[in-house]
């Protein structure tokens, strides 16, 4: 179905494939600003053509938030001799649609064939700029091959779309569309196109400009309700081709600027040749497919990125999808923020500043559920507040508030920025007061007990004690601890309160199997009979979550995920221990699983895992493994586990305990060499590795 090349990957056939999961793979965004590559040309319905942007969030309900679907700033349509290509009677022939991995340019083209036999060249491309984010283009071109008639396009913005919120139950299919729009303004004129719209609180407003240009004809108001447009009229003669082009500003200081598609895409391309310098992964491999995959997994990462914006971060699916309602998750902190850690510092700095920036909200979390401190929320969107409010994930998944400390400090020990320390420091202290005041002191047995909690795993209910979550806390405490011992003021009571958490918390460990355990009920669970599935689907779909979670099964990494972030915490045998138990029972009934399982499989050395749980992952989306990334969006955490199982896995990527850059290859079978930048430290490095050996080095010079 998609056709790999280095830098690009393409489909062929008009709908030939499932049309949603193209429309997410081809999505353009630039952190600011993202839309699927869905058409009205096509049929598009209102709530299909999806625009979002970074933070563009309003309430739908009190308290409850979607991120808003924006005007359709690539809205057209076309007719060409009374025809409507794509749904009039006629037909498409060479039908091909591709996105260029290193400009980020969508172009389709195809031959439309009427019912009278006339074949007319349709040429679309756009793209959404990466050197301003307020800035999108649009270009059409139509080429008569047989005849000569009249054409007209529409060209405009418009606001006529739709939100379609997705349940938060995946069981649960919803089709009630909600109008988050109102009082879209629009005019029209002398090729210009302006639109001002509110989203239903009034807390986003929306002001959308376009320039719309053309080769040849003449062109004239063609608005209509909540779409302002100019209509192209042009005289289409045999062999000679027309030119549209309508440049877009979104939220810009004023209408589009000087210049025109070329020009726009020109300095575009170079803003992403910029990225690319820094975030590229060239790999030597057989498989020819895999470079493009990598670099696919890349390019989307890239535009996840906030625009140098510290109050927003990265939703589940970025700017791709309305899924989770665009809320902010911990794949952040431990899928997605390591990416820019290594290759984009600043960008990390950002990400790290929204956690930051957000304490405040976090406080009142803690508040609200009678606790002290800071308790981050397992999803957010407009500040800090919870968006999820079931019980058994809002309340209990809690690792969050520890991936959020560990991620932060892990921000300190790559970059060596120490700008933002005392602002860490605060972070990591009001962190360890809410874990201090959510551990159960049980003083028969003189121990703390982490009760009602649910790991990363999802599957096996709430439990105890899940170890996950209290190592992790453990970890939160120490950086607290080390925060006071800096200076950072806290009461004298609390630091011996938090090392006697540390010292007297619970985990389950068979010392003969040398085993840690997931939680206290793990062992008592049914197990599953892994056999007896009679389809690959979620098992969230087929088995009702009252009797899932009584079953000894996993729905994705969790001990196998802790070894990876604290590997000091574990000898190699209980690492090996913990992949030979955890692994057969896990499902990877969620994208961030196979990634995960990749990474530590060559950290282990089972190299024939490693690959295929590397395909898993970087296929995900390209190849729709786990058939919801049209209906749901490109997985983001799934790219940033790619990326971790390819440089902490596969090239074995560590800075030590002494901040020194070093490598331990372990090269799949059927790749020859290995190449990639990153930063550590302030400095910039490019590491190389092949069959025969490995070096690093820094501004041309090897230092290793």
């Known amino acids: 179905m998609i056709e790999y090349g280095n830098w690009h990957i393409s489909a062929s056939g008009y709908r030939a494939h499932a049309p949603q999961h193209l429309e997410s793979l081809f999505c353009q965004s630039n952190g600011y600003i993202g839309s699927r590559a869905a058409f009205l040309q096509d049929g598009a319905l209102p709530y299909e053509r999806c625009t979002f942007m970074a933070g563009g969030f309003d309430y739908i309900s009190p308290g409850i938030t979607d991120i808003v679907n924006l005007p359709d ?8 001799a009374e025809s409507t290509p794509g749904q009039s009677g006629g037909h498409y022939t060479g039908f091909h649609q591709t996105l260029n991995l290193k400009n980020g340019l969508y172009t389709r083209g195809a031959v439309w064939t009427d019912e009278q036999g006339r074949e007319t060249a349709i040429k679309i491309s756009r793209f959404i700029s990466m050197a301003d984010k307020h800035l999108a283009a649009l270009c059409i071109e139509l080429t008569a ?12 913005l418009d606001a006529g779309v739709l939100n379609l919120p997705v349940h938060d139950d995946q069981t649960m299919v919803n089709h009630q569309t909600v109008q988050m729009l109102k009082d879209a303004g629009g005019k029209s004129g002398q090729g210009l196109c302006g639109l001002t719209a509110q989203s239903r609180t009034g807390r986003l407003t929306i002001d959308m400009r376009c320039r719309v240009t053309q080769s040849d004809g003449t062109q004239e108001d063609g608005s209509t309700a909540d779409c302002p447009a100019r209509k192209l009229t042009v005289r289409l003669k045999q062999n000679q081709t027309v030119r549209a082009e309508k440049l877009i500003s979104v939220n810009g200081p004023d209408h589009p600027p000087p210049g025109d598609f070329t020009s726009w895409l020109e300095e575009s391309g170079k803003a992403w040749a910029l990225r690319w310098e820094n975030a590229d992964i060239e790999v030597e491999a057989e498989d020819p497919q895999l470079q493009a995959a990598l670099r696919y997994n890349l390019f989307q990462l890239m535009q996840c990125r906030p625009f140098d914006d510290p109050n927003v971060s990265v939703g589940a699916r970025g700017l791709t999808h309305a899924r989770y309602k665009g809320c902010y998750f911990w794949d952040t902190e431990l899928f997605i923020q390591p990416f820019f850690l290594y290759t984009n510092p600043a960008a990390a700095r950002d990400l790290v500043r929204f956690r930051l920036n957000t304490l405040p909200d976090a406080r009142e979390n803690a508040k609200a559920l009678n606790l002290e401190g800071a308790r981050y929320p397992w999803m957010c969107a407009v500040g800090g507040k919870e968006q999820c409010h079931t019980w058994d994930i809002g309340r209990s998944e809690i690792h969050i508030t520890a991936d959020v400390a560990y991620a932060a400090n892990e921000y300190l020990r790559v970059t060596g920025d120490n700008s933002l320390r005392d602002e860490l420091s605060q972070l990591f202290v009001e962190t360890a007061r809410y874990w201090a005041s959510r551990f159960s002191y049980d003083g028969i047995k003189d121990v703390y007990n982490l009760l009602f909690v649910k790991g990363p795993d999802e599957y096996c209910g709430v439990s105890s004690n899940n170890a996950y979550t209290v190592i992790l806390a453990r970890h939160n405490l120490q950086l607290a601890l080390e925060a006071a011992e800096n200076g950072y003021a806290v009461s004298p009571e609390e630091p011996a309160k938090w090392r006697e958490i540390i010292e007297k918390s619970q985990v389950g460990y068979d010392a003969e199997r040398e085993l840690y355990i997931q939680d206290d009920d793990f062992l008592r669970l049914e197990p599953f009979d892994f056999g007896g599935r009679e389809t690959d689907a979620p098992v969230y779909r087929t088995l009702d979550y009252d009797r899932l979670q009584r079953f000894r099964v996993l729905k994705q990494a969790d001990l196998i995920l802790l070894i990876l972030l604290l ?51 970087l296929f995900l989306d390209l190849e729709n493994i786990m058939g919801n990334t049209g209906t749901e969006g490109i997985h983001a955490a799934a790219l940033g586990a790619s990326w971790q199982a390819a440089v902490f896995g596969f090239a074995g990527l560590s800075l030590g305990g002494t901040g020194v850059p070093s490598l331990s290859p372990r090269l799949p079978d059927g790749w020859s060499a290995m190449r990639f930048a990153f930063y550590a430290n302030g400095k910039r490095y490019r590491a190389e590795m092949t069959r025969d050996g490995w070096s690093i080095r820094e501004k041309g010079e090897e230092i290793l």
Not at 147 to 155: G, I, M, P, R
Not at 575 to 595: C, M, N, V
């Open 567 to 617: 590997p000091e915490l574990f000898t190699e045998s209980q690492k090996q221990a913990i992949w030979s138990f955890y692994e057969p029972t896990t499902l990877h009934d969620s994208s961030l699983s196979f990634g995960i399982h990749a990474w530590a499989a060559a950290v282990l050395g089972k190299r024939d895992k490693a690959m295929a749980y590397f395909n898993k992952s």
């Open 73 to 80: 700033l690539f809205h057209f349509t076309a007719t060409v």
């Open 145 to 156: 091959l047989n005849h000569e008639s009249e054409a007209v396009l529409l060209l405009g």
